[in-house]
Nanobody
């Protein structure tokens, strides 16, 4: 059974940074594409960034371009989201998702990912 566990959230001031981690267990991590989504209070969940199974292809949504970086370490079954220059509007629950896709592509739709974590809260104060 595949499990997804996020960590690294917290409270920071505007301009600060956080590194979110996502550990995927119970499957062959190197065959999974991974993505980060977020959901702010009262808003729909939105795509933040995604990375292909090998790590060779990444895509960051406009909201995070120039500030967020997604990466992965297949030897550690872990994906990361480095968030820099955080803004109050980045406040949300951040979810990691994984889906079997053993080739070079990144999808931004929720339905492309089968396995989801419980989320980690990121709060940015002004």
């Amino acid at each position: 059974q595949v499990q997804v566990v996020e960590s690294g959230g917290g409270s920071v001031q505007a301009g600060g940074s956080l590194r979110l981690s996502c550990v995927v267990s119970g499957g062959v991590f190197s065959t999974f594409a991974v993505a980060w989504f977020r959901q702010a209070p009262g808003k729909e969940r939105e795509f933040v960034a995604g990375i292909s199974a090998s790590g060779g292809t990444t895509y960051v949504a406009d909201s995070g371009k120039g500030r967020f970086t997604i990466s992965r370490d297949n030897a550690k079954n872990t994906a990361y989201l480095q968030t820099n220059s955080l803004k109050p509007e980045d406040t949300a629950v951040y979810y990691c998702a994984a889906g079997f896709r053993p080739f070079e592509s990144v999808r931004a739709t929720e339905t492309s990912y089968t396995y989801w974590g419980q989320g980690t809260q990121v709060t940015v104060s002004s």
